[in-house]
């Protein structure tokens, strides 16, 4: 993995791509209405793409039509220095997806798992060494190379808020977050609510807020004593994931928690009456529509987050399905 940009090449690509004025971020504007929503999309939507630095990223980013992200950590961290993982994430993906999915895994999948855990806590110590010296002047530098190219980073979602994580490692997120130009940071939902409050409470120190990302675990509720701690603590709600656990009003939830919202996840997803699955958007059971229309209608400020987790067909890839998406958005508004 490369953990330098390749200049040349970015500006050959902003060039040929015809993008080098985009400046402002993809904001879709709604004339009639004289507001706008923001639509994003999240890194790991590019997940199965074959390179994953940070030039690789931003390549993709652009020629999906995108200029707001929630930027994976990886890429960032790789281009700051990070020691280089011998993991191969993309044959973990698929596995961790069907862990998630409550699916059986196999016995290879699960020797794979326990390989991958021993891995990841010998990069973990690497990693955790290398952030106390680290500096932040790298992910200033990554976020002006992006802005250049009309890309802002609205989320950061790096591997360092867990409850494993040091108080060194959580101050070194939060502040790469700020130095990316971030409003907030995001990772998976803990119930852990010392952790809860550990994390509201160092981000708060930074002017950042923390978006807890839930899957089939999510209720209306489920936000609810993390929300109580701190106005640091925050919703990244998942509209799919939410339609999948057989919650039947996500709506009523967005308007009743939307000032607590930084960023909402969409993806299509069946109701568990027909299978739970991930589908093309506008297949599924999920009202991303509707949901859509009522940021617009509402005014509501926090971005939109594209997550495309369904299967890709053969004769497309990531990121032409991300373009679908984002299409499929603008068709919706308008």
């Not at 200029?67 to 950590?73: A, R, V």
């Not at 070194?172 to 852990?192: C, I, Q, Y």
């Not at 589908?279 to 009522?294: F, N, Q, R, S, Y």
Request: hydrophobic residues 35%.
């Amino acid at each position: 993995m490369s953990t330098n940009f390749n200049q040349t090449n970015r500006r050959d690509f902003i060039s040929k791509m015809g993008i080098g004025i985009l400046g402002a971020p993809y904001i879709i504007k709604n004339l009639n209405a004289h507001h706008q929503v923001k639509i994003g999309a999240i890194t790991y939507s590019f997940r199965d793409m074959p390179h994953q630095d940070g030039d690789s990223i931003l390549q993709y980013v652009l020629e999906a039509g995108i200029s707001n992200i929630e930027l994976m950590g990886d890429p960032a961290e790789a281009f700051a220095g990070k020691p280089q993982s011998k993991i191969d994430m993309h044959s973990i993906y698929p596995i961790f997806k069907k862990r998630n999915d409550k699916i059986e895994l196999t016995e290879d999948e699960k020797k794979m798992l326990v390989d991958f855990e021993k891995e990841r806590k010998l990069n973990n110590e690497a990693t955790a060494t290398w952030r106390r010296t680290a500096s932040m002047s790298k992910f200033e530098e990554f976020r002006k190379i992006y802005k250049k190219a009309g890309v802002s980073i609205y989320a950061y979602k790096p591997d360092c808020f867990g409850t494993q994580n040091t108080d060194e490692d959580i101050h070194f997120g939060m502040a790469a977050a700020k130095a990316l130009g971030a409003s907030h940071v995001t990772l998976e939902f803990t119930s852990n609510e010392t952790h809860t409050l550990k994390l509201a409470t160092i981000a708060s120190g930074y002017g950042i807020k923390v978006g807890y990302h839930g899957h089939e675990q999510q209720t209306p509720t489920l936000w609810d004593k993390a929300l109580a701690q701190s106005p640091a603590n925050a919703i990244n709600v998942d509209l799919g994931h939410f339609v999948a656990a057989g919650n039947k009003n996500p709506l009523e939830f967005v308007k009743a928690k939307h000032d607590r919202i930084v960023s909402m996840h969409i993806k299509d997803r069946l109701n568990p009456e027909h299978g739970k699955g991930n589908v093309v958007w506008g297949k599924g059971d999920t009202p991303i529509a509707d949901a859509l229309k009522l940021m617009r209608d509402q005014k509501y400020t926090f971005p939109a987050t594209v997550e495309m987790e369904y299967e890709v067909p053969k004769d497309s890839d990531p990121v032409k399905e991300v373009k679908k998406c984002i299409d499929f958005c603008k068709n919706v508004l308008g």
